[in-house]
């Protein structure tokens, strides 16, 4: 019989703020794009994109709260 692995948080914080300097790091390397000569819909669609890259910025920061928190008290009642 094939069980799952135990869930392993100890490096979730650390995984998840690597996510969060990577979508940083896309933010900025499209911002760099929007300097170049686009099409109105090229830069449209940069531009969404940025903004959802940013709401993920905003969810990475709080789940890498909620993972300090949850690695402060042990993981307890998760």
């Known amino acids: 019989m094939n069980m799952a692995k135990p869930d392993?948080?100890?490096?979730?914080?650390e995984r998840l703020q690597q996510m969060k300097d990577n979508t940083q790091h896309n933010i900025?390397?499209?911002?760099?794009?929007?300097q170049s000569d686009l099409q109105e819909e090229q830069r449209k669609a940069i531009k969404e994109k940025n903004r959802r890259r940013?709401?993920?910025?905003?969810?990475?920061d709080a789940e890498i709260a909620d993972e300090m928190e949850a690695r402060k008290s042990g993981y307890k009642n998760q």
Do not use: W, Y
Not at 8 to 13: E, G, I, L, S
Not at 54 to 60: D, L, P, R, T
């Open 54 to 60: 940013a709401e993920s910025i905003k969810a990475f």
């Open 28 to 34: 900025e390397a499209a911002e760099e794009t929007l």
């Open 8 to 13: 392993n948080r100890k490096n979730n914080v």
